[in-house]
């Protein structure tokens, strides 16, 4: 049975999310804070720079082997 606690961590996780999304949906769409050709310069640089720059700070902190073994393996 999905109990408040669960219902709250899930919430509390996802309602972030949303709200970023739709204050950057206004802010385009509503405020005119950005135009689209710099909503094309954001997207290029997140891209071409910060997700790649993420990932590869993300798997080279990472150590597999204080991973679950099924975790890994699931994955494969």
Do not use: E
Request: hydrophobic share 55%; proline share 7%; with cysteine.
């Amino acid at each position: 049975m999905i109990s408040i606690k669960d219902l709250y961590n899930v919430l509390s996780a996802m309602v972030p999310l949303y709200a970023a999304m739709i204050l950057a949906y206004g802010s385009v769409r509503w405020w005119k804070i950005f135009t689209p050709v710099q909503c094309a310069g954001i997207n290029r640089f997140v891209a071409v720079f910060a997700v790649p720059l993420l990932s590869f700070h993300f798997i080279s902190t990472n150590d597999p082997y204080k991973m679950d073994g099924p975790f890994i393996l699931a994955d494969t």
